[in-house]
């Protein structure tokens, strides 16, 4: 088991940059493939990038690709969502969420652990 821990969200203005971090304790990291979603309040939980267990693969939902980059550390158990050009619709709760296996896919429903998420506000 693995409990994960999100930081790094805020208000930031269109145009502007975050990054944020998932650290994970318990079971390590790299046992893992690790996605990050977000969600609106009275939206689904949508998918916005997703890193394998080696972190030699990345994929990103349409709407971030070009702006958003993941990354992992696995001798840190940390897992970084760099956010550039901000837009507002980017505004949303983003989640980081673990997988038993080497792939990471975008479907929410195939991950087994969630953080409890952090906000990001974009002003326009």
């Known amino acids: 088991q693995v409990q994960l821990v999100e930081s790094g969200g805020g208000l930031v203005q269109a145009g502007g940059s975050l990054r944020l971090s998932c650290a994970a304790s318990g079971r390590t990291a790299s046992s893992y493939a690790m996605g990050w979603f977000r969600q609106d309040p009275g939206k689904e939980r949508e998918f916005v990038a997703a890193?394998?267990?080696?972190?030699?693969?990345?994929s990103y939902a349409d709407s971030v690709k070009g702006r958003f980059t993941i990354s992992r550390n696995n001798a840190q158990n940390t897992v970084y969502l760099q956010m550039n050009s901000l837009k507002p619709e980017d505004t949303a709760v983003y989640y980081c969420a673990a997988r038993g296996s080497v792939v990471a896919v975008s479907n929410p429903i195939r991950y087994d652990y969630w953080g409890q998420g952090t906000q990001v506000t974009v002003s326009s």
């Open positions: 890193i394998n267990r080696s972190g030699t693969i990345t």
